[in-house]
């Protein structure tokens, strides 16, 4: 079955960075595309930024434009989300998620699969 296992989440102070990892397996990881998405406490579920297959096409939340990079290493079946600049708005679990299809989506539905998260923690 398909896995999907964050990593690389913890506590950082404002300004400082962390690097998320997802490592995918159980389907070809070369087929989908991949997504972040967050929750924060009390807060709805929400994207982050997302990947084509291919690596080529990304999207980002307004957010996290400029300060968040995604990007995939395909032969070692992994994600990345590089997050720079962090915020105390940041503080939320994140999510992995892989798409049925090769284009990348912004929508919760536009996934099949889901990680179980990984805390971030920003403080100010």
């Known amino acids: 079955q398909v896995q999907l296992v964050e990593s690389g989440g913890g506590l950082v102070q404002a300004g400082g960075s962390l690097r998320l990892s997802c490592a995918a397996s159980?389907?070809?990881?070369?087929?989908?595309?991949m997504g972040w998405f967050r929750q924060a406490p009390g807060k709805e579920r929400e994207f982050v930024s997302a990947?084509?297959?291919?690596?080529?096409?990304?999207y980002y939340a307004d957010s996290v434009k400029g300060r968040f990079t995604i990007s995939r290493d395909n032969a070692k079946n992994t994600m990345y989300l590089q997050m720079n600049s962090l915020k105390p708005d940041d503080t939320a679990v994140y999510y992995c998620?892989?798409?049925?299809?090769?284009?990348?989506?912004?929508?919760?539905?536009?996934?099949?699969?889901w990680g179980q998260g990984t805390q971030v923690t920003v403080s100010s």
């Open positions: 998620a892989q798409g049925g299809v090769s284009s990348a989506g912004t929508r919760s539905r536009d996934y099949d699969y």
């Open positions: 159980g389907r070809t990881f070369t087929s989908y595309a």
């Open positions: 990947i084509s297959s291919s690596g080529i096409t990304t």
